[in-house]
């Protein structure tokens, strides 16, 4: 750390007032800026976060953004977390990816429908990055249906046995702590049967397997994870509340879907920033590119693109503040903001020419990270099954 001084960039030294959470995105954009644009390169290339930074990142407090108060987070709403997610984006998604499924997938389950008990066992070490919370649901057999997962969670004397396993699982390979969904009834094949257990890592009965080889996000971890004969108490399951398990990952997922469409706007506006750069210094036929209509058209369709997303996110994000049901927004959100940043990807890479195919240039990285946002925490085509779904339900 240069002339970045840590002590007085902890995030939990503010009051959250509408001042505070500026200071906070002030303090986002000078530690992106001086520290995790400077390193991006190293997160490609060792496919890790360097260790030093991810202490950063913690001493700040980022893993607690969400967290509440009581329990050693910062407690952000939903709209100052989309307000921080943008501005972590502007850097290289793994970074974001680090504490995000922490702050969000993998924790938001305790938070939402978790008891006291369990809150107090782990928001606190979730808060701090002491541990990184994981979310497992997606199953070898069930991806978009996720109703239809078959590991199953069998009671045995004050507990359950899990056996099954999961695919896809980022951080697996780093978590402390799984939310992990499994079927208590079997009798019910659908979404009803389904219970959400929190396991803690170094449960004997579970493993973790060899990171995936993925298109991006190289630095950002996932894996499958097995569970054999893997033995819980009765307090592990969440909420002390059989067969809500699913209900609870749709809840959670309301919230994540509005935090990727915020780090869609995030990236969309840094390749805008690196394309219109790129254009303005590039010579060609005598002058910058950025001087000819047909690179000015595609840079104002990414401008308008990017800013209509970022009004989205903000208002769904208002509403959910405000006690909103923001399920369908939220599904909107997820869909435009996530192909939005795909087709601004596209543009910035053109916009660099034979240059935006070399890895020298971080659009190049970008353009293959920003492919999963149309994938996880649900597809392009699950949003518009949700959209629609939620439509046709109002309107009857
Ligand atoms: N909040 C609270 N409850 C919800 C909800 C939400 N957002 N969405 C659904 N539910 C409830 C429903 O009300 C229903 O309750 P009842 O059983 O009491 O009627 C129950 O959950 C089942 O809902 P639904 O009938 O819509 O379930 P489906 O099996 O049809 O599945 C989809 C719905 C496809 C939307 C769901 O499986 C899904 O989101 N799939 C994508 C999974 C995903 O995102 N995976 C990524 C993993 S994380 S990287």
């Known amino acids: ?20 959470i500026n200071e906070i995105l002030t303090t986002m954009s000078k530690f992106v800026r001086e520290r995790l644009v400077p390193n991006e390169k190293r997160v490609e290339t060792e496919g890790a ?21 009581e329990y050693g987070g910062l407690g952000l709403g939903m709209e100052a977390e989309a307000r921080v997610v943008i501005e972590v984006s502007k850097a290289a998604p793994a970074y974001r990816s680090a504490f995000a499924t922490t702050i969000g997938i993998g924790s938001q389950g305790i938070v939402i429908d978790g008891t006291d008990a369990q809150k107090e066992r782990y928001l606190p070490r979730l808060a701090t990055g002491e541990i990184i919370g994981s979310f497992a649901l997606t199953e070898p057999d069930s991806g978009s249906d996720a ?31 799984f939310t992990v969904f499994a079927r208590t009834n079997p009798d019910e094949k659908g979404s009803r049967g389904v219970s959400a257990f929190l396991v803690d ?8 397997g060899k990171p995936d080889r993925k298109m991006g996000h190289h630095g950002s971890l996932t894996a499958d994870v097995y569970f054999d004969d ?16 699913f209900k609870t990952a749709m809840k959670v997922l309301d919230r994540g879907r509005l935090h990727i469409a915020a780090a869609s706007v995030g990236i969309a506006e840094r390749l805008i920033a690196d394309a219109l750069s790129y254009a303005m210094d590039r010579k060609q ?20 693109e990017a800013y209509v997303a970022r ?8 509403r959910r503040d405000q006690g909103e049901d923001i399920t369908e927004l939220a599904s909107c959100c997820k869909l435009f903001c996530t192909e939005m940043v ?55």
């Open 230 to 245: 893997c033995r819980v108490t009765h307090t592990a399951l969440l909420g002390r509340k059989m067969e809500q398990g």
């Open 311 to 318: 009004c989205a996110v903000l208002d769904a994000a208002k």
């Open 342 to 396: 795909g087709r601004v990807a596209d543009r910035a890479v053109q916009i660099h020419g034979g240059a935006g195919y070399i890895s020298d240039y971080m659009v190049e990285q970008f353009y293959r990270d920003v492919r999963l946002y149309r994938l996880y925490e649900g597809t392009s085509q699950i949003q518009q099954l949700i959209i629609a779904r939620q439509m046709i339900k109002r309107a009857r």
């Open 49 to 69: 976060i360097p260790p030093e930074i991810l202490d950063e990142m913690k001493t700040i407090g980022l893993f607690g953004l969400t967290i509440p108060e």
């Open 147 to 177: 109703g239809a997962l078959k590991t199953s969670a069998v009671r045995d004397g004050d507990g359950f046995v899990i056996n099954g396993s999961k695919r896809y699982i980022t951080n697996a390979p780093v978590a402390g702590v």
């Open 1 to 20: 750390m240069d002339d970045l001084n840590l002590e007085n960039l902890n995030l939990d030294n503010l009051n959250l007032d509408e001042e505070a």
């Open 285 to 304: 036929f005598g002058q910058p590119i950025s001087e000819f209509q047909l690179i000015q058209a595609m840079l104002a369709d990414c401008k308008t």
């Open 201 to 208: 890592a170094d449960n004997p009965g579970l493993k973790v």
